[in-house]
């Protein structure tokens, strides 16, 4: 794979994680008849589409990039973080698996393995009994696991939205309630009313208000503790980012700190600006070179303006001792300023090239019009 999916191209990563997911659905689903076979089977594949295009190939990303770059310039696209398009495109300018996406889809996730659990556990209970699953989680639906694996895909489509998955995201919610229904026809035509007084009492996807609240209180209790931890865990620590702390030990923090949420910005959109450039020169069009280099110009200056801006404000507090950092920040820091001039002064010059050999064009066709 090329440098420009150097972040994906992990197919290992993609086996791991379709293996643990669909064997961790499988152990609670318990798939029998053919009919439990295609709605799993179905579920399976979504999440196999899923990984593969967050850690094998970005087919999304890919088809979209035109559209992304020329809507959210500066952005790297093919940079793995930028996936999380939702977190990408409201401006979350933080680490992405700490926006509020990434959490709210980790919510549906966990939530809807642990309904599919809990449900799996009710259902093989009735079934041993040989009566109707009516306790637990079928105490506020009908049909619990076929609503957890519709939180389940929700969940990932919040977290990574791939046009794959969203097309087949209705399908799969189309096809659990079409089973559902022909599940509730072979019940009722069974001997007995039991089933039926249990449908006339409870829905058969979305609880009552009064079941949603309690299952909230529940849900909050239970994913409280590993979502803060999860949240400390991202949101404190900068990959890739050198330590550095004030003077006096009880203000340690850390260099991503000092920096802020604009610094970690300002990265990725040279990243992107970058990668841009690169490919501006691979392409032998000079009309399209000329276009890219203008679009992106006002973008690249913007973008030097507020690196220096951040860069002269971290030398200054490592100059006045503010900063007590390891020997090569500041010299790093320069470095990016001297970096972004130069790129400055080469795209000021090459546009400026492009502009005169369009004038001159211009005039060369008026005169011959002439």
């Known amino acids: 794979m090329n440098d420009e999916f150097s972040d994906y191209g992990l197919w290992w990563l993609v086996a791991i994680n379709s293996l643990v997911f669909i064997v961790f659905a499988f152990s609670f689903f318990r798939p029998k008849s053919p009919r439990d076979w295609r709605s799993f089977g179905a579920f399976s594949a979504f999440l196999i589409a899923l990984f593969t295009e967050m850690y094998g190939f970005p087919l999304t990303i890919y088809l979209l990039s035109g559209w992304l770059t020329s809507r959210f310039p500066g952005v790297d696209w093919y940079a793995h973080d930028s996936g999380h398009l939702l977190e990408m495109m409201f401006g979350w300018s933080g680490n992405p698996h700490a926006g509020p996406f990434h959490a709210l889809s980790s919510v549906f996730i966990f939530g809807g393995f642990i309904l599919l659990m809990l449900a799996w556990r009710v259902l093989y209970r009735a079934q041993r009994a040989q009566t109707v699953a009516m306790t637990g989680p079928y105490a506020l639906v009908r049909h619990p696991q076929y609503a957890a694996f519709i939180l389940i895909m929700f969940g990932f489509l919040l977290q990574w939205p791939t046009l794959l998955t969203l097309l087949m995201f209705p399908i799969l919610v189309f096809m659990y309630v079409r089973l559902a229904r022909r599940e509730e026809r072979e019940a009722l035509a069974a001997p007995g009313e039991e089933y039926r007084r249990y449908m006339n009492r409870t829905p058969a996807f979305f609880p009552t208000f009064r079941n949603v609240f309690r299952l909230a209180v529940i849900t909050s209790f239970v994913l409280a503790l590993p979502a803060f931890v999860g949240y400390l865990a991202f949101s404190e620590t900068s990959p890739g980012v050198d330590t550095?702390?004030?003077?006096?030990?009880?203000?340690?923090?850390?260099?991503?700190?000092?920096?802020?949420?604009?610094?970690?910005?300002?990265?990725a959109q040279a990243d992107g600006l970058q990668r841009q450039m690169r490919d501006l020169n691979g392409t032998a069009d000079t009309a399209f070179r000329r276009d890219l280099v203008l679009a992106h110009l006002d973008a690249l200056r913007?973008?030097?303006?507020?690196?220096?801006?951040?860069?002269?404000?971290?030398?200054?507090?490592?100059?006045?001792?503010?900063?007590?950092?390891?020997?090569?920040?500041?010299?790093?820091?320069?470095?990016?300023?001297?970096?972004?001039?130069?790129?400055?002064?080469?795209?000021?010059?090459?546009?400026?090239?492009?502009?005169?050999?369009?004038?001159?064009?211009?005039?060369?066709?008026?005169?011959?019009?002439?």
């Open 244 to 267: 550095a702390s004030y003077g006096d030990e009880s203000n340690s923090v850390g260099a991503s700190a000092l920096m802020g949420k604009d610094m970690e910005r300002a990265r």
């Open 302 to 370: 913007q973008l030097n303006k507020s690196m220096h801006e951040m860069n002269s404000k971290m030398i200054a507090d490592v100059d006045k001792g503010k900063i007590v950092s390891d020997t090569g920040l500041k010299q790093r820091l320069e470095l990016d300023t001297e970096v972004m001039n130069m790129q400055i002064e080469m795209l000021t010059a090459q546009t400026g090239a492009a502009d005169k050999r369009r004038t001159d064009a211009s005039t060369s066709g008026t005169d011959a019009q002439r």
